[in-house]
């Protein structure tokens, strides 16, 4: 783990560069169902901290996949749902910023514990799909109904 805290905080941008890093070495996800986002599987090594001006506070984590709405990882330990966290990619002199993200869910599984998070920080609007997903009066995300996404088969 790097030695110097980094207390900058990366935005679209940096979510951005690790999804582009990401779809370089990883694999897309086949699975779409319900999602408005593809997600890409990597196993990015990840530092993970709550308190980013705090150098002994972080630990390392293994990305299971990533989109530009948030990420999932192992850790070894769990992480309170609800909590904030924030994560960067690895380095080894700490000067990538740290990404701001909220726990929706974690549960015990085969390398640890199974972290589901969606970044604060929006990266939806750089990628020019139109902005963040609709939302109902109360402020949740409403889902998004349409055709999966497969494309169909014209026979001749």
């Known amino acids: 783990m790097s030695e110097q805290p980094a207390t900058t905080q990366g935005g679209a941008a940096e979510i951005l560069r690790i999804v582009r890093a990401a779809r370089v070495s990883g694999t897309p996800d086949c699975y779409d169902g319900q999602r408005s986002l593809r997600r890409i599987k990597d196993g990015l090594q990840l530092e993970v901290t709550t308190d980013p001006a705090s150098a002994g506070s972080t630990t390392v984590a293994s990305m299971h996949d990533v989109s530009e709405g948030g990420v999932a990882l192992w850790s070894r330990r769990a992480i309170a749902v609800r909590s904030i966290i924030y994560l960067r990619e690895y380095s080894d002199d700490g000067r990538r910023p740290w990404l701001r993200a909220r726990v929706k869910r974690c549960g015990r599984g085969l390398r640890g514990y199974f972290v589901g998070c969606v970044f ?15 939302r109902s009066a109360n402020g949740v995300a409403k889902p998004r109904v349409g055709l999966p996404n497969v494309v169909p088969r014209v026979r001749s």
Do not use: K, L
């Not at 604060?120 to 609709?134: F, L, M, Q, Y």
């Open 120 to 134: 604060e920080a929006s990266a939806r609007t750089v990628e020019g799909d139109g902005g963040p997903p609709p």
